[in-house]
């Protein structure tokens, strides 16, 4: 069983930057798929960001590339995005989540932090 804690949200200007963690228990982090989800106000949650268990490439909404990266830390087990040049559609409370190796879906998610991007 994987636990999910996520931190480094806030509030900042537009233009700004953010960092966000994840902390994960458990001793088999590095066999998970890692990605990162957020839910903006009144919409449906959306995919951000993924970093893979195997070293493949990192994969990313359209809507962030070149802004947010996406990292691990398998001896931490640590999940980061880096969130640079944030925009106020940014938004959204921001969720951690897991996939065992090649598993089609996320089965276990953190609880969200909050990041607001204000113009």
């Known amino acids: 069983q994987v636990q999910l804690v996520e931190s480094g949200g806030g509030l900042v200007q537009a233009g700004g930057s953010l960092s966000l963690s994840c902390a994960a228990s458990?001793?088999?982090?590095?066999?998970?798929?890692m990605g990162w989800f957020r839910r903006p106000p009144g919409k449906e949650r959306e995919f951000v960001a993924a970093i893979s268990w195997s070293g493949g490439p990192n994969d990313y909404a359209d809507s962030v590339k070149g802004r947010f990266t996406i990292s691990r830390d398998n001896a931490k087990n640590t999940v980061h995005l880096q969130m640079n040049n944030l925009k106020p559609e940014d938004t959204a409370v921001y969720f951690c989540a897991a996939r065992y190796r090649t598993a089609i879906n996320y089965s276990h998610w953190g609880r969200g932090t909050q990041v607001t991007v204000s113009s």
């Open positions: 458990g001793r088999t982090f590095s066999s998970y798929t």
